[in-house]
């Protein structure tokens, strides 16, 4: 007897919308043409790297109507691989084709004002935090926090731009004056043992299933390694996994959310962030999982059924940034053992993710640092395993 497809599901052909042209829109084309899916991108850059893989690119502006109108036209469902689309935007698009997850999600986390009311309010802990409009708002937000403490925009914002880490209140105005678009946000210092992220997928009948929480490394500010899974105590990683579960039900949320968090001394869990999208942290489960988060994420969309998040080793992800770090793909792709990916991006600038590597190891066989230099072969000289510290957020990825 055939077994047919969910209410609601698309059907093999299908085309879906994919808002944005990077890196998370491309491998999430790739996972898709797997399903029996088209994918057609809209991107305000030519020659982007989703463009590469989809069926079509449509090349114009985020905001403008006419372009919005012709992409969703041609889709059956649209989603997203960045946030950063104007509400205006997202009613067009809302109001012409199913959007995955919906613009309320994305209005969330798109206003690290909205994200932290909402978090709080769903029961989820954070870094103590104040909202602040002028130097009134700022001399009471630092009244009240304390120093240090980090001052950031509300939007956009991402790989440590659009803040300022502010010990004294001379930083502090210094960074007001500075920073822009207002309002911005001051938030406490958390002083983390260790950042972990947690990446869900929910779909069309609210089932959800979460991958095992990942450590988080960073270099300049940029994510540089995860270790999957995070060597933390199991019943500290249970609980974020919980805890990334709940916030993706408060959302309703259809399609993939990643949850990044602080593990503090004393095992407490912090909501730094979230994120509707695929995400870096999760780049790891393509090579040791049996589904990737970019598998999972066109599942929901698509209103398919989800596996379960499982995995069948554990992993290493190692970010290629830069022109340095690139130039040693040459080395990468001759060694045994490495999984290179790149993501065909023509110029290879400073701070730049052009690509990221990944190597396995036998489930429950994550070994220590040592252990992990000497795996990662030629990346040695740039994967020194940095001691952790206090580092303000990541933020929204770029394409």
Known sequence: MPVCLPAGALAPGATIGIVGGGQLGRMSAMAAARLGYRCLILSDEPDCPASH????????????????????????????????????????????????????????????????????????ATAPWAEVNDAAGLEAALARIGLPAILKTTRLGYDGKGQALVRCPAEAHAALLELSPKPLILEGFVDFACEISVIVARGLDGGATAFDAVENRHRDHILDLTLAPAPIDPEIAARARGLALRVADALDLVGLLAVEMFVTAQGEVVVNEIAPRPHNSGHWTIDACPASQFELHIRAVAGLKLPTAGRHSDAVMKNLVGPAQTALWPAIVATDGLIGHLYGKTEARPGRKMGHVTRLFPRGGLPGAFGIRAALGPLLPEADL???????????EPG
């Not at 893989?53 to 997203?80: K, M, Q, S």
């Not at 012409?96 to 769903?122: H, M, W, Y």
């Open 386 to 396: 940095p001691d952790q510290g206090i580092e303000p957020e990541g933020g929204v």
């Open 53 to 124: 893989v989809a069926l079509g690119c449509i090349v114009g502006d985020y905001d403008n109507p006419d372009t919005l109108r012709a992409f969703a036209e041609a889709v059956d469902v649209i989603t997203f691989e960045f946030e950063n689309v104007s509400a205006r935007g997202l009613d067009l698009l809302a109001a012409l084709r199913p959007v995955r997850p919906g613009a309320a999600v994305l209005r969330i986390s798109q206003d690290r004002v909205a994200e932290k009311s909402f978090l709080n309010q769903a029961g989820a």
